[in-house]
């Protein structure tokens, strides 16, 4: 069933003399209802974490922070 169409389909159907029917709502079915209620999920960010591990993306933790602090952090020896 159509419920809508746009401007120029509405003028194009005019121009060959088969006006469309008015608008209507869009009748709501059982799947819509069912899931209108649920939330947003949530992102679970240890899953994500061992999905791209094991797809082979993502670092481990000490990695991450090695890199970020790269030429960040410099060690300077005691001269006596």
Sequence with gaps: MICDC???????????RAPQPPSINIPSDQFEAKNSNKGTPQKDNEITAY???VLGGGRAA????FLENDKKVRFFSKRD
């Design 6 to 16: 746009d401007l120029y389909t509405r003028e194009f159907y005019e121009g060959i």
């Design 51 to 53: 999905l791209e591990k």
């Design 62 to 65: 000490s990695e991450k922070q």
